[in-house]
């Protein structure tokens, strides 16, 4: 078909409605204007032979399920116990399906981010919206727990570690198996958690690792957090990795008093950039429930820190000053505390470039 009037119709002869899998063999973003009903996502998720359009189904669907659930969350006060049946069935023929390339599935298998969720919605709530998506893992973990642990398991056979592309897909797959066996809050998730963590072969799974354990509460004296202090303290690139994975996946309640104590640690340069970016960064634009916490704590730790660094670095103090870039998207009392914490940085004898930055964000 050639397209070649501003508006055209074409008519097909079918028997019965089909379901469309668009944008075939397609790899850029080609937007089409066409509303799918659920359960034709629900089958091209599970169904689809494209990669795109299966990986676009997925992420729609994953998409209405968590909207769903944090509208639930909104409206009750009570995160939902179940999933809709037609969604669990397509979800299991997804992770049953061994003809997908292994580090393809790892990609269906991740479910959204909360950076990407609180770009769509209005006025997002961050703490609904991390607490929806934890609940979403909880519940994949826990459903379908015994294939997760008998993937794993068969994932783990033979972990010689080299840098073909089937091992990398095949330590993806693994590493995102784990987050939801973690997820699930069991004795068997924690058990291959631990052994996860203490078998590592490699950074990516060892990195991982603590990421689960940072996720799940561990504190800074926690055994995995110290080990692999301990383990790679002489190696600057690997610490500026444990420095961020702590900011960004520490729990709300106690990070801002972690953080604190992170930037006393006699590893900590805070004259070199990529520790900053490590620390505070990653706080500010990953740890989005406690840099937007409603008592504007996080905005005021990140504002304090923007004015230290602005004295040395005033290209990084102005980067880390667009942590308040949306001002104009989340509710009046976050935005109204943004708004007095910047007016208060533009009383200070800030650069130019962060000046430019934080009075943008008043104007508009």
Same mark, same amino acid.
């Given at each position: 078909?050639?397209?070649?009037?501003? =508006?055209?119709?074409? %008519?097909?002869?079918?028997?019965?409605?089909?379901? /469309? @899998?668009?944008?075939?063999?397609?790899?850029?973003? +080609?937007?089409?204007?066409?509303?799918?009903?659920?359960?034709?996502?629900?089958? /091209?998720?599970?169904?689809?032979?494209?990669?795109?359009?299966?990986?676009?189904?997925?992420?729609?669907?994953?998409?209405?399920?968590?909207?769903?659930?944090?509208?639930?969350?909104?409206?009750? #006060? *009570?995160?939902?116990?179940?999933?809709?049946?037609?969604?669990?069935?397509?979800? =299991?023929?997804?992770?049953?399906? %061994?003809?997908?390339?292994?580090?393809?599935?790892?990609?269906?298998?991740?479910?959204?981010?909360?950076?990407?969720?609180?770009?769509?919605?209005?006025?997002?709530?961050?703490?609904?919206?991390?607490? $929806?998506?934890?609940?979403?893992?909880?519940?994949?973990?826990?459903?379908?727990?015994?294939?997760?642990?008998?993937?794993?398991?068969?994932?783990?056979? *033979?972990?010689?570690?080299?840098?073909?592309?089937?091992?990398?897909?095949?330590?993806?797959?693994?590493?995102?198996?784990? @987050?939801?066996?973690?997820?699930?809050?069991?004795?068997?998730?924690?058990?291959? /958690?631990?052994?996860?963590? &203490? *078998?590592?072969?490699?950074?990516?799974? %060892?990195?991982?690792?603590?990421?689960?354990?940072?996720?799940?509460?561990?504190?800074?004296?926690?055994?995995? $957090?110290?080990?692999?202090? %301990?383990?790679?303290?002489?190696?600057?690139? +690997?610490?500026?990795?444990?420095?961020?994975? /702590?900011?960004?996946?520490?729990?709300?309640?106690? +990070?801002?008093?972690?953080?604190?104590?992170? !930037? &006393?640690?006699?590893?900590?340069?805070?004259?070199?950039?990529?520790?900053?970016?490590?620390?505070?960064?990653?706080?500010?634009?990953?740890?989005?429930?406690?840099?937007?916490?409603?008592?504007?704590?996080?905005?005021?730790?990140?504002? !304090?820190?923007?004015?230290?660094?602005?004295?040395?670095?005033?290209?990084?103090?102005?980067?880390?000053?667009?942590?308040? @870039?949306?001002?104009?998207? $989340?509710? =009046?009392?976050?935005? #109204?505390?943004?708004?007095?914490?910047?007016?208060?940085?533009?009383?200070?004898?800030?650069?130019?470039?962060?000046?430019? +930055?934080? @009075?943008?964000?008043?104007?508009?």
């Amino acid at each position: 078909m050639e397209l070649t009037k501003l =508006e055209e119709s074409f %008519e097909f002869p079918f028997h019965e409605r089909p379901i /469309l @899998s668009l944008n075939r063999g397609f790899s850029a973003p +080609v937007l089409i204007d066409y509303e799918y009903d659920f359960s034709e996502l629900l089958h /091209l998720m599970g169904q689809d032979a494209d990669a795109y359009c299966r990986y676009e189904a997925t992420q729609k669907v994953y998409d209405k399920i968590f909207k769903d659930e944090y509208s639930h969350l909104k409206t009750t #006060g *009570n995160l939902k116990p179940d999933f809709p049946p037609e969604f669990i069935s397509a979800f =299991e023929i997804l992770i049953k399906d %061994e003809a997908i390339d292994q580090s393809f599935k790892a990609y269906l298998l991740d479910l959204p981010s909360q950076t990407g969720l609180s770009q769509e919605l209005a006025a997002p709530d961050f703490t609904a919206i991390a607490d $929806v998506l934890s609940n979403m893992r909880t519940k994949l973990g826990k459903t379908f727990q015994d294939i997760f642990i008998k993937d794993y398991d068969q994932l783990s056979m *033979n972990q010689e570690f080299d840098l073909s592309p089937s091992s990398f897909g095949k330590r993806a797959l693994r590493n995102q198996i784990l @987050s939801f066996l973690v997820a699930s809050k069991t004795q068997e998730g924690l058990e291959r /958690l631990h052994s996860h963590f &203490q *078998n590592a072969t490699n950074m990516t799974d %060892e990195s991982f690792a603590l990421g689960q354990f940072v996720k799940s509460g561990a504190h800074l004296d926690h055994p995995a $957090v110290h080990d692999f202090y %301990e383990k790679w303290k002489g190696d600057s690139l +690997v610490m500026i990795k444990w420095f961020a994975t /702590l900011a960004a996946n520490s729990e709300s309640k106690d +990070v801002i008093e972690k953080l604190m104590r992170l !930037e &006393q640690n006699m590893l900590f340069k805070a004259e070199i950039p990529n520790y900053l970016r490590a620390l505070y960064m990653q706080f500010a634009k990953n740890n989005l429930r406690a840099f937007h916490a409603k008592d504007g704590s996080g905005y005021a730790f990140i504002a !304090e820190r923007v004015k230290r660094i602005d004295q040395l670095n005033p290209q990084v103090a102005s980067r880390l000053a667009s942590s308040f @870039s949306m001002i104009n998207k $989340v509710d =009046e009392g976050r935005a #109204g505390k943004m708004r007095e914490i910047l007016q208060g940085l533009l009383k200070e004898k800030i650069s130019r470039d962060t000046y430019e +930055v934080v @009075s943008s964000y008043l104007k508009t």
